[in-house]
């Protein structure tokens, strides 16, 4: 008897190895390597015939797996029941990733079809399917919606950029009271959500756990401010929750919905559209409650920083993310006046902003009383470089008056290797995490009138292992 059972066994275990065997060969087919808890396949020109492999042949030696993203794969479209059909073998999944797969209405029933089948789902990313809602029934989408009342561990829900209506939001807004764990739900770049969006915020109040709403780019009118400001004021919202919002309309009217919204919420980050001037639009933003301000990529910030700086007058600013602002001398000049107002601030990021000159630059390290700075990022554009000779001895007689500094990016900056080693110096013995990468082309460093030294900073790989090295060529000139 013994002996029969271990037979059994040893022949599971060698079907189990050959399965194993098979997935290996599937993904480094793909360039992937094996993992039996994680399946990214994002990117892949997955086709088909690979859709049906995966579904009807790998998934089941795959029983443990937490993680599956195929995004990005536009040639799987219309045949997505090839996967789900066979989801039930992976009844574990906690992510679930289908970005940018031409979804249409086929896709969208069987994706509604197998949520009851995942259990434990978290996460549900299917942003970038511009058909998702379009044709009869909301190419499926209401189905879709009604399927997710299934889905009671769904903490993260995106559906960015899907095509959505109002009638959506109808279906969706159904199924909120379900999504008892939900905290973060994406809804971006939707434009069709313009003036219908309080047939969700109704339902909001059932989401007692969300933490992040993110509306930017859906043409929000005022009449959707409105609605939604009176959402949030009936409802007990986390502390921390974090709203991104775009408006293109007047300043009273962003102003008194975003001063209610901002009784309630700490957290807000405002997209200020390019047709709005600055001033007007973050003047509403002068609340207590206030901890974390990001206008990065805003071009209409450039030359008015001073404004948004005088808009901001809480006590406390943890956080300042103004990355290509576009932002002048005279507007880092602007942030080193304010400097006791932003004594607390923990993050700043100013990165992609190289139209600042050296003294700007001097002047922001010089000044001093940014004690309690934890993460700067100052980089380049990948596509530029600039040296930073002028102002790196600022920074450097700033370091030691920054004990909480654990992040440091000076990407595509260039300096000499003695600049280098002093920079290494000065952090030498602090847990500073240090992005200081030159950019992957030749820099002349005239060494003679008659020859230059051409130094090529990059990245090698060994194994497992990255380094960086600079090679030195001599040509004559």
């Known amino acids: 008897m013994c002996v029969c059972c271990s037979g059994v066994s040893d022949g599971a275990e060698s079907g189990r190895d050959v399965g194993w065997g098979r997935v290996c060969v599937f993904l480094q087919r793909l360039g992937k390597k094996a993992d ?29 797996l937490e993680e599956l993203d195929v995004s990005w794969n536009e040639l799987i479209g219309g045949c997505l029941r090839a996967l789900t059909s066979h989801l039930q073998h992976v009844g574990g999944v906690r992510v679930l990733k289908l970005c940018s797969c031409r979804l249409n209405a086929d896709d969208i029933t069987a994706l509604g079809g197998m949520v009851s089948s995942l259990p434990s789902l978290c996460v549900l990313d299917i942003s970038s399917n511009p058909q998702l809602s379009q044709g009869v029934n909301g190419g499926g989408f209401m189905e879709l919606a009604s399927s997710l009342s299934h889905a009671t561990s769904l ?31 994406d809804l971006s770049c939707n434009k069709s959500l313009s003036g219908g969006l309080d047939r969700l915020t109704l339902y909001l109040a059932h989401l007692t756990h969300l933490e992040s709403l993110d509306l930017h780019m859906c043409c929000l009118t005022h009449a959707d401010l409105e609605a939604l400001s009176e959402s949030v004021c009936v409802r007990h919202v986390t502390e921390q929750m974090f709203l991104c ?18 009784r309630k919420i700490m957290c807000v980050c405002v997209c200020v559209c390019v047709c709005v001037c600055v001033c ?6 002068a609340v207590p409650s206030l901890r974390s301000v990001d206008v990065s990529w805003c071009k209409v910030v ?14 406390v600013i943890l956080e300042l993310h103004l990355s290509s602002c576009e932002l002048t001398t005279d507007d880092i000049c602007n942030l080193v006046c304010r400097r006791g107002s932003l004594s607390s601030l923990r993050v700043l990021d100013l990165s992609y902003n190289g139209s600042a000159a050296d003294e700007g630059w001097s002047a922001l390290f010089a000044a001093g009383g940014l004690g309690s700075l934890e993460e700067v990022d100052l980089s380049l554009r990948p596509s530029t470089s600039a040296p930073c000779s002028a102002w790196l001895p600022a920074l450097l007689c700033a370091l030691p008056h920054l004990p909480a500094l654990t992040h440091l990016a000076l990407q595509r900056w260039t300096m000499s290797s003695h600049e280098r080693e002093q920079l290494n110096h000065s952090l030498r013995k602090r847990s500073v ?24 900073h990059c990245r090698e790989r060994e194994g497992e292992r990255e380094r960086e090295r600079n090679y030195y060529f001599y040509v004559k000139v």
Request: some cysteine.
């Open 36 to 64: 039996s808890r994680s399946l990214s396949l994002a990117h892949c020109d997955l086709t088909a015939t690979d859709l049906l492999e995966l579904g009807a042949t790998l998934l089941q030696f795959l029983p443990q």
């Open 433 to 456: 995490r240090l992005e200081c990468i030159a950019p992957l082309f030749p820099i002349l460093l005239p060494d003679s009138p008659r020859e230059s030294r051409v130094l090529l």
């Open 245 to 262: 919002v775009s408006f293109t309309f007047s300043y009273m009217n962003v102003s008194c919905c975003l001063e209610m919204i901002h």
């Open 280 to 285: 007007v639009c973050v003047s509403a933003l």
């Open 302 to 315: 450039g030359g008015r920083l001073a404004q948004l700086l005088d808009a901001l007058q809480p006590p």
């Open 155 to 185: 903490t993260t829900l995106r559906l960015q950029a899907c095509g959505l209506t109002e009638d959506s939001l109808d279906a969706l807004g159904g199924t909120l009271h379900c999504f008892t764990s939900l905290r973060e739900l």
